[in-house]
Nanobody, 123 residues
């Protein structure tokens, strides 16, 4: 089982920035996509951003477009989420995930999850 370990969460003021990192213990032949999901208390888990490992193709939820940037460093088996212009509604537990890929796009669901890292944004 590939292990995913997140770091970089914490607290920020509205308008501030945080950078999350996710290190995978290894990439396998099925590690085609990586992504970030989040879940706020009382809400469903939301897909935030995904990236195709081979091509760098990305997806963003409408709620974070223009503010968040997902990137990867394949040599380090690491995926990043740069979060700028943070809003209180970005407060959630953020999870790194491994996803399948089809037709050049990442699947909607994940098959492997990290433990999560908390992001709290105050107004």
């Amino acid at each position: 089982q590939v292990q995913l370990v997140e770091s970089g969460g914490g607290s920020a003021q509205a308008g501030g920035s945080l950078r999350l990192s996710c290190v995978a213990s290894r990439y396998t032949s099925t590690t085609n996509c990586m992504g970030w999901f989040r879940q706020a208390p009382g809400k469903e888990r939301e897909r935030v951003a995904t990236i195709v490992i081979a091509t760098g193709g990305t997806y963003y939820a409408d709620s974070v477009k223009g503010r968040f940037t997902i990137s990867r460093d394949n040599a380090k088996n690491t995926v990043y989420l740069e979060m700028n212009s943070l809003k209180p509604e970005d407060t959630a537990m953020y999870y790194c995930a491994a996803l399948g890929e089809s037709g050049g796009y990442c699947a909607r669901g994940a098959y492997n999850w990290g433990q999560g890292t908390q992001v709290t944004v105050s107004s």
